[in-house]
């Protein structure tokens, strides 16, 4: 069996701009339980959807034993069962 592989990543890099007198810690990190609790899984929700209309191509989830708060991988794999190389 032969196989290729290529590499692409979606990075992304969140910020929170609080005022001038701000004193830190006062919100928690409530922007950042946002985006893991609502925002985060928004996205992700919505590649799988969009992977679902391209059917010939497989997507899971690999661990490769970084936290998911850090990193999701999506593995997708297309497999060719013909010569024909669609």
Do not use: C, H
């Amino acid at each position: 069996m032969f196989q290729e592989e290529e590499s692409f990543n979606l990075r992304f890099s969140l910020e929170a701009t609080f005022p001038d007198d701000y004193e830190g810690e006062d919100d928690e990190k409530a922007w950042l339980t946002q985006w893991e609790s609502q925002v985060k899984p928004e996205i992700v929700k919505s590649i799988f959807q969009t992977l679902e209309r391209y059917p010939e191509w497989a997507a899971r989830f690999r661990n490769r034993g970084v936290a998911a708060s850090d990193e999701i991988e999506i593995v997708l794999e297309k497999t060719y069962a013909n010569p024909s190389f669609n």
